[in-house]
């Protein structure tokens, strides 16, 4: 039996007054997007050209809305009318897998808005796709940037390409125009949101993006200086292999 192409992930947020907040995010694999009916017609904080970021392609007469904010209108993120740091319990279900957490609003909503990021279909977020395929609910700053480095260096394997001020190169050019997404969204969340816990996931959620140079960059020799201690001489070991 063919299996669905319709994966679906579920954020649960369970407050201390006894309020609970649920979330579905269905993603279609096949398009590496959310599976948003075509029908959904957002609201209006989420047309084009409303706050509209700066470096953005897109026409308005192509495309009405801001495949972004049309993601996040859908899922109705914008409008938690709690504090920030109001304590949450977070239950989060991914396929065979139930994730458990106790953090804050803002870290919260920082996690399932880079799940959202990652597949609306935004022109500039669309380098993140497969890591939404590959969804890691509140990866820590060292794990998400391991995640970016890998699946971009993944990306280079394929395509035979892998030098590294190259890819350094491009993974900042790729986050440069990520931080000024960041940025615009948030003025457009500013005008929808009744919380400042959304505004708040956004600059959580932006830091990486303001720094991706020095971030990146120091962490290839974190990184380089691990294997380096734990990977054995490979040529060593290759005149230890038998022979096939």
């Not at 609201?43 to 809305?65: G, I």
């Not at 939404?132 to 990866?139: D, K, M, R, S, T």
């Not at 480095?149 to 395509?159: D, E, G, M, N």
Request: hydrophobic letters at 35%.
């Amino acid at each position: 039996m063919e299996s669905s192409p319709i994966k679906s992930i579920r954020y649960e947020a369970f407050f201390s007054g006894g309020q609970k907040k649920s979330y579905t995010i269905d993603i279609d694999i096949r398009l590496e997007n959310l599976h948003i009916p075509e029908t959904y017609v957002p609201e209006n904080w989420a047309t084009l050209e409303f706050q509209q970021c700066s470096h953005c392609p897109l026409d308005s007469k192509d495309s009405p809305y801001c495949p972004l904010a049309r993601s996040i209108s859908f899922h109705q993120l914008q409008g938690i009318d709690l504090p920030s740091f109001e304590p949450v319990d977070g239950v989060i279900h991914i396929e065979d897998r139930t994730l458990l957490i106790r953090t804050t609003l803002q870290r919260f909503l920082k996690s399932l808005y880079g799940l959202v990021f990652s597949l609306s279909g935004c022109p500039h977020t669309r380098f993140l796709s497969s890591m939404g395929l590959f969804h890691a609910p509140f990866a820590n700053e060292s794990e998400t940037t391991l995640r970016i480095v890998s699946f971009h260096l993944l990306h280079c394997f394929t395509r035979g390409d892998i030098e590294r001020q190259k890819v350094l190169d491009e993974i900042c050019g790729n986050f440069q125009k990520l931080e000024v997404v960041n940025r615009c969204f948030a003025e457009r969340l500013r005008g929808s949101s009744r919380s400042d816990a959304a505004l708040n996931a956004m600059v959580l959620l932006n830091f990486i993006a303001e720094h991706p140079a020095s971030n990146i960059d120091s962490f290839f020799e974190e990184i380089k200086n691990l294997l380096n201690k734990s990977s054995p001489d490979i040529h060593q070991e290759r005149n230890n292999l038998a022979p096939i």
